[in-house]
């Protein structure tokens, strides 16, 4: 259990207070939020309401600061970034691995500037990656979970997969074009942050230290307790085997996770800086860890 800032005095309150917390419905980030959601992990004064929300509709809704704490793709935060600061944990990063092209038969990475790709939203990394490995491919948005789907169906050639899609997408007879994960790390050194959580400011220093201490122990909790956090994230894992969830959680829930590092940081600032260069994102990002 977590000393509070209301224990030590610096923040008054005289009844619980309600922190809004909203998150993806994946396995991965119901791993690292399972110690607060099943109050395994508690800080006096303050009672956390969780909420799920597929990641390109949390984007747009910190655009007008909705939720206290949220997840968001990394491209969303140059938008956000006067509401928002980013919390040192919950990052899901890739090393090496991330976010893939994939079409319904095999073609080269030069083709895809030759076809619509079908991609899970415009203020997603994954958007902003592709647009950085090809700056004139052609996108339609489509619901992340659909674009296996309506590739495998023949109205788009190709997609660009998330989530739990880069381990069962070739279970649909789909073939992979590129990963740009690898790409990425081809082109810079470093891994791809794909996602992490941004805190509001307008709570205040204190109240974003204890909320940020609070999520880092509920990512020791789950790391420190992995059979009962993966059995409870098994419910949002979309049909995937044990086996296969567990490699999924591993993949994006660790040590990175507790805390970038450095080198986690610098690619943060790295990807957003070539996104501003490349004229894809229109504001320099500043950005401030919690």
Not at 11 to 28: G, K, L, M, N, Q
Request: glycine share 8%; hydrophobic share 40%.
């Amino acid at each position: 259990m977590i000393e509070s800032a209301f224990q030590m005095g610096t923040i008054p309150t005289a009844e619980v207070r309600e922190i809004t917390v909203a998150h993806s419905p994946d396995s991965d980030d119901a791993f690292m939020f399972y110690g607060l959601a099943t109050n395994k992990v508690r800080v006096p004064g303050l009672r956390f309401t969780h909420t799920l929300c597929d990641i390109e509709t949390l984007n747009r809704m910190a655009l007008n600061g909705h939720y206290d704490v949220t997840a968001i793709s990394f491209h969303a935060y140059p938008y956000i970034q006067d509401k928002y600061a980013l919390l040192s944990s919950g990052g899901s990063v890739g090393e090496g691995y991330g976010p893939m092209i994939v079409a319904s038969r095999p073609i080269s990475p030069e083709q895809v500037t030759r076809r619509t790709i079908a991609v899970p939203g415009t203020m997603t990394t994954a958007f902003l990656t592709l647009k950085l490995f090809d700056p004139h491919v052609v996108t339609e948005v489509v619901p992340f979970d659909q674009i296996i789907p309506t590739v495998k169906a023949g109205k788009f050639e190709a997609g660009l997969i998330i989530h739990e899609g880069q381990l069962t997408f070739s279970k649909s007879g789909l073939y992979k074009v590129i990963d740009l994960g690898e790409w990425w790390r081809g082109q810079s050194g470093l891994p791809l942050p794909l996602g992490g959580n941004a805190i509001r400011r307008n709570l205040g220093k204190p109240l974003m230290q204890v909320v940020g201490a609070a999520l880092k122990q509920s990512i020791q909790y789950a790391l420190q307790n992995r059979a009962e956090a993966l059995a409870y994230a098994m419910q949002f894992a979309r049909d995937l085997e044990p086996q296969l969830a567990d490699k999924f959680v591993g993949m994006y829930v660790n040590e990175r996770t507790l805390d970038y590092g450095d080198e986690g940081r610098r690619a943060v600032e790295e990807l957003l800086r070539r996104g501003f260069r490349d004229g894809i994102i229109p504001n320099q990002a500043r950005v401030d860890w919690v």
